[in-house]
């Protein structure tokens, strides 16, 4: 247990933070999730659901949670997997 007063605080912000990348991070996952699902069924892709999918990655970066290869990666994926949605069709 926390003793000093700086150390409580640092606990109280640690579950905050960690909370929030949390939020991030399921959001992420989710939109990705539910774009390769959408792809998989055949159904229609939007560009809108793509830049979704890119803000989302885009804010896990900005706040530390994903680093920059990473980041680079799914969003190559999901551009890659779109395109190949969109030419099938």
Not at 1 to 20: D, G, H, N, W, Y
Not at 34 to 63: H, L, M, N
Request: hydrophobic fraction near 35%.
């Amino acid at each position: 247990m926390p003793i000093t007063q700086s150390a409580k605080k640092a606990v109280r912000r640690s579950l905050k933070l960690r909370q929030r990348n949390f939020d991030f991070k399921l959001r992420m996952k989710m939109a990705i999730k539910k774009f390769r699902k959408a792809v998989e069924k055949g159904e229609k892709v939007t560009p809108e659901q793509v830049s979704t999918i890119y803000k989302y990655i885009d804010k896990c970066t900005k706040v530390g949670i994903l680093k920059k290869k990473n980041w680079g990666r799914k969003k190559h994926n999901i551009a890659v997997a779109y395109d190949k949605a969109t030419k099938a069709k």
